[in-house]
């Protein structure tokens, strides 16, 4: 066990901080609060600049334009990153999820078509996995793709697809066998977002905002050359993908959270409740130090994560326990927010007297998302229960 | 960064789980905690050839000279066995506090000895007020004489000397010393025996001054987390074994998400809990400057999951985890035990509070 960063780690972060420096745009700020329509562009050619310094897929392998990076590395890149209060990437998801999986399971022609303009934010890629009727369960979609000549004719509807609205190309999972069983008669198909019978959709949200689409495939025709991996072995090829989301981008969580609870204590000092200050309350005091030691101790579950995968090179199912960890801490501290703000917690960014211009109402009602998104709690318990202690399948 | 554990340490563990799980199995806890003492010289001697009574030590003093880490793994696997008897409060707690506030000589006097496994010891610190903030003890010496009561001094009875923090030093009492009264306290953790010491002008030799000592008990502080870690881990195999062989309506209760969900989560708390652990002993080890803070997250975290986790147990247990045969109510009652010693949840949450919320006043309040 040592904590302390190794020479090549202290080498890639110095490397990083001092590209950062130097490249992080500054008014970020500016841009943060306008919609994402709007800001878009800004944040592809703030990925373009990253690519530029190659530091735009770290994860990835050197010989597709990234660095190769350990596990370790990812983390730091992603904590430097929170440091500097970095903008997003465009292409998060291509990125992260996608653009690893066309490389772990693509064809040599599909990494050369797709895997350049993941990079350069040129096309901009989104996922079509849930759909109304396949949440939790997600093996038991009905988006059906029919094989006619050298085509795949794509009927079906996607849900919670992020990046919808902007997405150039979709990784798609559809069922292409409806009489195997059902994690066996799927297949992943990369599908160009401008083909005709697609149809997308705003899906509102209950903070109102749209971060989601919806997503409407009618009689759209597929190449058959534009299936990701094996027909029907959509399966697989959709659970690598799912294991990227449980990586290590979850570093960056513990200095957005850091920040929120010295932002948090900070109002606490200046926020008077029942003639004191609430930092004075000993309630208060004793929910704002549980958190900040919950948010301590991600951190030390998501190195130690760290350390196992890197010791076995598989990201176990003991990814469940961060998921769960942060998703409700994210709760239990939005709580704690509204505790200390009292009446003015409620208050939306549109009003005058509302603190941080509705930061903590928005984040309030936004973190209820987060026992749902990405596998629910309670889809995360059940990986547990089953895969880590071995007990019988509930469902 | 590597926070794994690395091949010695995971050999230290693995051994310290295969020693424990051959030397000090369920009967034979149950047997010495229906004893006064909770002592058993045969088992004593095993430790000390196992290296363990000086795991920390300098080997100066006879010690092996192993880091904190190793100890929180050491601790963990006694925790896990549920090992009775006075060696938290021999080897860590007073070979912690001696190691870190006493001379050359007075360790060659007292801290070799307890290396050697010739010894029992225990360290006398709260008094009625059952206060664990250092700042809060009254017992003064008057002429080199101690007079007053400690409370929730553990395995007294069985100490050859004491070790007593008062408000103008830390004394060494000789167990059989003038003016000592020690009688037991009747408390929920049989395996493990609180006392009540009265002292009235007995001789005290003074060792030290106090500074030094917030030190000492952190170590003890996090060596106690990571005995709830092993309890906890222990709690939890008993309980998933269980889920999966006893049935209702026909199935494993285990394949129940009511049933299984809490399992899940005494895993998600031993997980975290062990984390925080290892961290607050890596932390110990490099002087870390958040140190007392790691320790203090790990104390605050493993007190509620400890507490949580057995509350799941037994529940999970139903009324098979209600009888006295079975072993998760003996980790239970430790639990509560280790719970409140060194501070409970509460009162570290109000020292990370101190540090976090107040950090302008946190010289002032480091104790």
């Known amino acids: 066990m040592d904590l302390n960063l190794t020479a090549e780690e202290l080498a890639f972060r110095d490397e990083l901080r001092s590209w950062l420096a130097s490249h992080v745009p500054k008014d970020w700020d500016a841009w943060r609060e306008k919609p994402i329509e709007e800001s878009f562009p800004y944040l592809r050619s703030w990925q373009r600049k990253l690519q530029e310094g190659r530091w735009a897929a770290v994860s990835w392998p050197k010989e597709y334009g990234g660095r190769s990076a350990t596990l370790m590395q990812q983390a730091i890149f992603w904590e430097e990153m929170a440091r500097v209060e970095a903008p997003p990437m465009a292409n998060s998801l291509g990125l992260g999820l996608i653009g690893p999986t066309i490389i772990a399971c693509g064809t040599e022609a599909q990494k050369k078509r797709y895997i350049p303009k993941i990079l350069s934010a040129e096309e901009i890629w989104c996922q079509g996995f849930s759909e109304p009727n396949a949440g939790s369960d997600l093996a038991g979609l009905q988006t059906e793709a029919r094989l006619d000549g050298d085509h795949y004719i794509v009927n079906g509807q996607k849900v919670w697809t992020s990046y919808g609205w902007v997405g150039d190309w979709c990784e798609l999972v559809v069922r292409t066998d409806a009489t195997a069983a059902k994690h066996k008669g799927l297949t992943v198909l990369l599908v160009d977002m401008k083909s005709s019978g697609v149809e997308v959709h705003p899906l509102r949200q209950m903070t109102g905002e749209s971060e989601f689409n919806e997503l409407f495939f009618r009689d759209v025709r597929v190449p058959a050359e534009n299936i990701l991996g094996k027909v029907n072995d959509g399966w697989n090829v959709a659970m690598s993908t799912l294991m990227y989301e449980r990586g290590s981008y979850g570093a960056r969580l513990h200095l957005i959270f850091k920040r929120y609870i010295t932002r948090l204590i900070e109002l606490a000092r200046t926020t008077d409740r029942n003639g004191r200050p609430a930092a004075k309350d000993p309630l208060i005091r004793q929910k704002l130090a549980q958190c900040s030691a919950e948010i301590e101790i991600m951190r030390f579950n998501q190195m130690r994560a760290f350390s196992r995968i890197t010791a076995t090179g598989v990201p176990g199912p003991e990814g469940s326990i961060q998921k769960i960890f942060w998703s409700e801490l994210n709760q239990r501290l939005q709580q704690i927010a509204q505790e200390i703000l009292g009446s003015y917690g409620q208050l939306l960014g549109g009003d005058p007297h509302a603190i941080d211009k509705g930061l903590w109402s928005y984040a309030y009602l936004r973190t209820r998302g987060n026992t749902i998104e990405a596998g629910t709690s309670e889809v995360q318990r059940n990986i547990i229960g089953h895969f880590v202690l071995g007990l019988p399948r509930s469902y | ?367």
């Not at chain 2, 006893?246 to 989560?265: E, L, N, S, T």
């Open chain 2, 1 to 367: 960064m590597q926070f794994g554990l690395s091949e010695s340490q995971e050999f230290l563990k693995d051994s310290a789980r295969k020693f424990f799980a051959g030397e000090c199995p369920s009967a034979e806890v149950r047997r010495l905690m229906e004893t006064d003492t909770a002592y058993d010289a045969d088992l004593w001697s095993k430790l000390t050839e196992q290296g363990y009574t000086g795991i920390i030590f300098p080997e100066e003093y006879g010690g092996v000279g192993l880091g904190k880490v190793e100890l929180m793994l050491l601790m963990e696997e006694a925790g896990r066995a549920l090992l009775p008897g006075p060696f938290f409060s021999t080897v860590v707690l007073a070979g912690s506090v001696l190691d870190a506030v006493a001379t050359r000589a007075h360790k060659k006097q007292y801290l070799a000895p307890i290396c050697r496994g010739e010894v029992r010891a225990t360290v006398a610190l709260v008094e009625d007020s059952a206060n664990w903030d250092l700042k809060s003890i009254e017992m003064n010496a008057t002429n080199g004489k101690l007079t007053g009561e400690k409370f929730f001094v553990p395995d007294a009875t069985i100490a050859d000397f004491l070790i007593v923090v008062a408000r103008d030093g830390v004394f060494v009492v000789n167990s059989k010393a003038r003016g000592l009264k020690i009688s037991p306290m009747h408390g929920m953790d049989l395996t493990r025996k609180l006392c009540v010491v009265e002292f009235s002008d007995t001789p005290a030799e003074k060792i030290a001054v106090n500074s030094g000592l917030s030190r000492a008990f952190d170590i003890a502080t996090a060596a106690l987390a990571a005995e709830l870690v092993g309890g906890m881990q222990r709690t939890l195999d008993i309980t998933v074994e269980y889920a999966k062989t006893r049935k209702q309506f026909g199935k494993p209760i285990g394949m129940f998400q009511a049933v299984q969900h809490q399992c899940a989560d005494m895993y998600l708390e031993t997980e975290s809990s062990r984390s925080a652990v290892y961290y607050a002993g890596w932390a110990l080890e490099e002087n870390s400057p958040d140190a007392s803070t790691a320790v203090s997250i790990a104390k605050m975290y493993a007190s509620d999951a400890a507490r949580t986790v057995g509350n799941r147990g037994i529940q999970i247990h139903g009324g098979m985890g209600f009888t006295w045969e079975n072993d998760v109510h003996l980790y239970y009652r430790r639990a509560k035990a280790s719970e409140t010693a060194f501070g409970d949840a509460t009162f570290h949450r109000e020292r990370i509070a101190s540090t976090v919320i107040d950090s302008a006043t946190i010289s002032a309040k480091s104790a």
